[in-house]
């Protein structure tokens, strides 16, 4: 079966043929996915969270449920937003955060919800409470689940992720034991954030002589950790940029105090952004290797910078976002942001807030710090500036529904 990632946006709308119609037709239109956030809380501290201002501090799981319920989505409000999702024709959801998903304590009743509505479900997660009866529900019964695991040993967890090494270690058992899982449904990917320092060189690790040759006492961090994460074993080892340091919020802040011409000035933004080309560089002479996402195509998007489009066709495809409190927001990328909320599914249905003809899709210098290169935004300007449409499905392509 071929492979289609998330970001493969238009072999994936090839399977929507009627949607891209009434969008190209600016009619309205219900998302075919959805993001979800089950918690405000997350167990790790990554340094280079974008979402880490959307945190809240720790809450003991046996707290009374009013408690509770200021932190992670209740049970009787999940079923509501998925009832709605699922009257509406929403196809899948992708549990995410804002905070961990699995840190909820209601995630496993609630994971169990989302699969009685008949929705395909995706995760992106920590990894350390992947285990036991969630961890197998979660491999029966998921399409794929992504361990944002980002480094290589105990020192650098403690270093980069905030948490001790003995946390990194579970991480592991858990990626290993979730493969051995009889009869796995969902595929587990491990996913890597980087940046210039990957450029840096070290010493390869102990175990890859063979695969640097004796004589390497030294080799870039990018080519380590990632060949390191390969020999996991996991179906995928997906690489990412990261996008500054520090939460979209704080990007926000330091790139309008740079003014509009460190996003739009593309010799500016570029030079920001020096780091990039030596980093692909590297991951094309690895693009072969089996299991390896090397997510080149990001890479590139995120140096082109501007792309210069002004409607948003994301939100309504696959990025909109449902965050713990019910609050429907207007991209994954805008959460706890109160100016991007579009609704609210505690008081709405799927259809009043999607199909008025009051939602506002237009990308403006707020949205442009968070999402730079959207793919789907991508296809749909090429298709909006063709006169003939041509869509046809291929066969076999791996999660049609946008997860």
Avoid at 36 to 65: E, I, M, N
Avoid at 106 to 128: D, P, Q, V, W
Avoid at 134 to 163: C, M, Q, R, Y
Avoid at 223 to 228: I, K, P, S, Y
Wanted: aromatic share 10%; net charge negative; hydrophobic share 35%.
């Amino acid at each position: 079966m071929e492979r289609s990632t998330f970001t493969d946006a238009k072999s994936k709308l090839e399977y929507h043929p009627q949607t891209v119609e009434r969008l190209l037709n600016n009619e309205p239109v219900i998302p075919i996915s959805m993001e979800v956030d089950l918690s405000y809380f997350c167990g790790d501290q990554c340094t280079f969270c974008h979402f880490s201002y959307t945190h809240q501090k720790p809450v003991r799981t046996d707290a009374l449920l009013p408690i509770l319920e200021k932190v992670f989505m209740p049970p009787k409000l999940a079923d509501e937003v998925l009832r709605k999702m699922n009257e509406a024709g929403v196809k899948s959801i992708v549990f995410s955060g804002g905070g961990e998903p699995t840190d909820s304590p209601f995630a496993l009743e609630i994971f169990k919800m989302a699969k009685s509505y008949n929705l395909e479900l995706g995760m992106y997660t920590r990894g350390f409470n992947l285990k036991g009866e969630l961890g197998e529900f979660v491999a029966n019964n998921f399409e794929w689940v992504v361990v944002s695991l980002d480094v290589t040993n105990p020192e650098e967890h403690k270093l980069i992720k905030g948490t001790n090494g003995k946390i990194f270690l579970e991480k592991l058992e858990n990626i290993h034991n979730f493969l051995k899982i009889p009869n796995r449904h969902a595929n587990i990917s491990v996913s890597a954030m980087v940046d210039t320092g990957h450029l840096e060189n070290v010493p390869p690790y102990p175990e890859q002589q063979d695969l640097f040759g004796t004589d390497a006492t030294q080799v870039t961090k990018l080519e380590r950790d990632m060949l390191w994460l390969l020999g996991l074993g996991a179906d995928e080892v997906q690489i990412r940029p990261i996008i500054d340091t520090g939460s979209y919020k704080e990007q926000r802040e330091s790139h309008q105090m740079k003014g509009m011409a460190f996003m739009t000035d593309k010799q500016i933004w570029q030079e920001h952004y020096s780091w990039i080309p030596k980093v692909v560089s590297i991951l094309e002479r690895y693009n072969s290797l089996a299991g390896l996402n090397t997510s080149i195509d990001k890479f590139h998007q995120v140096y082109e910078g501007e792309s210069g489009e002004e409607t948003c066709y994301g939100m309504v495809i696959s990025a909109g976002l449902v965050a713990s409190d019910g609050k429907v927001y207007k991209c994954v990328n805008t959460r706890s942001i109160p100016e991007k909320i579009i609704g609210d599914l505690k008081t709405q249905s799927m259809e009043e807030i999607f199909l008025s003809e009051s939602l506002d899709r237009s990308i403006d210098s707020f949205c442009r710090v968070g999402c730079r290169g959207c793919k789907v935004n991508e296809v749909f300007n090429r298709l909006s500036h063709s006169e003939t449409v041509f869509l046809s499905p291929r066969q076999g392509v791996k999660h049609p529904n946008f997860i």
